[in-house]
């Protein structure tokens, strides 16, 4: 069984920064991609950033391009979403995820189920 705990969510102004942290129980954190997915208020859960298992190739939605980066440190069993110049309309609950395929898709990136296994989530508010 794969644990997923997420931190470093908070209460920021428009323009601010914040820096998420996904940390990940076993021994097969490096075998498997990672994703970052986010809710907002009456939204569906969607696509925000992935990187591959060597973190060396990422993927991001349009919404985030050029502000968040998706990065990994495969020694911490830890992702990370640097998320800058944020947007009261990023404010949402944050998710990592474990990418259970090595399918990098865009249906594929943004398929839920092709996700295996999530963390419990951290809020992100943006006032305005």
């Known amino acids: 069984q794969v644990q997923l705990v997420e931190s470093g969510g908070g209460l920021v102004q428009a323009g601010g920064s914040l820096r998420l942290s996904c940390a990940a129980s076993g021994r097969t954190f490096s075998m498997y991609g990672m994703g970052w997915f986010r809710q907002g208020p009456g939204k569906e859960r969607a696509f925000v950033a992935a990187t591959t298992r060597s973190g060396g190739t990422t993927f991001y939605a349009d919404s985030v391009k050029g502000r968040f980066t998706i990065s990994r440190d495969n020694a911490k069993n830890t992702v990370y979403l640097q998320m800058n110049s944020l947007k009261p309309e990023d404010t949402a609950v944050y998710y990592c995820?474990?990418?259970?395929?090595?399918?990098?898709?865009?249906?594929?990136?943004?398929?839920?189920?092709?996700?295996?296994?999530w963390g419990q989530g951290t809020q992100v508010t943006v006032s305005s």
């Open positions: 995820a474990r990418k259970r395929t090595g399918l990098y898709s865009n249906d594929s990136l943004s398929d839920r189920s092709e996700y295996d296994y």
